[in-house]
């Protein structure tokens, strides 16, 4: 069974600087790797999705980097907002394509100081 | 294009109560699926299905029942609301590389 871990669970910063959240699962059999937002009472908005052949994905002033074989992910947010407040959760897809089953994190809560 | 929708948004049962939580979406997706998102805790999968007449369980199925009669809706019945299922409950569709989220139910059962 999957296993996906987010540390750390919380994260305050002051504006300006740059965001490192980490996320960790167990079993290196992905399809693809995906990193969510979600704000207070809100649905998830995707981010980035990172392809099991792929080592990064950019969009902005985000950036997403996978290390299949360990196991790991890293999404970072650079030059923080108080707008990039907010929940960050990943997600992995298993092996096969058009299987959509997602296996979450609990997410990393972000606040970033004005 | 409304995507995917949730009613109600928040929802207050008793113990023992039954209610359907209701899903719908407009981009002609054959995939839906449920999930339930509890405090410290990752969403985990309900049920699912890959079109109309088909679906299965997830990881999280016992409590709830789905039905898919048509491409657009995806209904998640409780037959018996026990406090076990307060919890805060997303559907979501699929297509490719992308999954999309509605904005949630808020249940509470008391």
Known sequence: KQEVTQIPAALSVPEGENLVLNCSFTDSAIYNLQWFR???????????????????????????SLDKSSGRSTLYIAASQP???????????????ND??????????????? | NA????????????????????????MNH??????RQDPGMGLRLIHYSVG?????????????????????????RLLSAAPSQTSVYFCATARGNEQYFGPGTRLTVT
């Open chain 1, 38 to 64: 979600q704000d207070p009472g809100k649905g998830l908005t995707s981010l980035l999705l990172i392809q099991s052949s792929q080592r990064e994905q950019t969009s902005g002033r985000l950036n997403a």
């Open chain 1, 83 to 97: 707008g990039d407040s907010a929940t960050y959760l990943c997600a992995v897809s298993p092996r096969r394509s």
């Open chain 1, 100 to 114: 959509y089953k997602l296996s979450f994190g609990a997410g990393t809560t972000v606040t970033v100081r004005a």
């Open chain 2, 3 to 26: 995507g995917v929708t949730q009613t109600p948004k928040f929802q207050v049962l008793k113990t023992g109560q039954s209610m359907t939580l209701q899903c719908a979406q407009d």
């Open chain 2, 30 to 35: 054959e995939y839906m699926s449920w999930y």
């Open chain 2, 52 to 76: 109309a007449g088909i679906t299965d369980q997830g990881e999280v199925p016992n409590g709830y029942n789905v039905s898919r009669s048509t491409t657009e809706d995806f209904p998640l």
